[in-house]
């Protein structure tokens, strides 16, 4: 993705439906630097979500953790792949 003055690039990308997913993990928001690194990413993607009008799944390692959890992601995958752009939800 780019936009004015950056680009960013993430995990997936499903263009007809315009979802990206994203696999965060703790480790990159811990320590010192945990919380520029957050905001950072947060801003990361309101840039991505207002400039290009998308949505976002994300999902950490807790998220795949048993069946029961996966199946619920798979469905969060499901439902922001039905809606679309967020604009025409």
Known sequence: FVGPGWSARVDMWFDE??????????GKYAGADGQRALIQE??????????????????????ISTARRRAALVDRFWSAL???????A
């Open 17 to 26: 439906s315009r979802v990206v997913g994203e696999a965060d993990g703790a």
């Open 42 to 63: 947060k801003r990361r993607e309101d840039r991505i979500r207002e400039v290009h009008d998308v949505r976002f799944v994300r999902w950490m390692p807790t998220d």
């Open 82 to 88: 039905r809606r679309g752009p967020s604009n025409t």
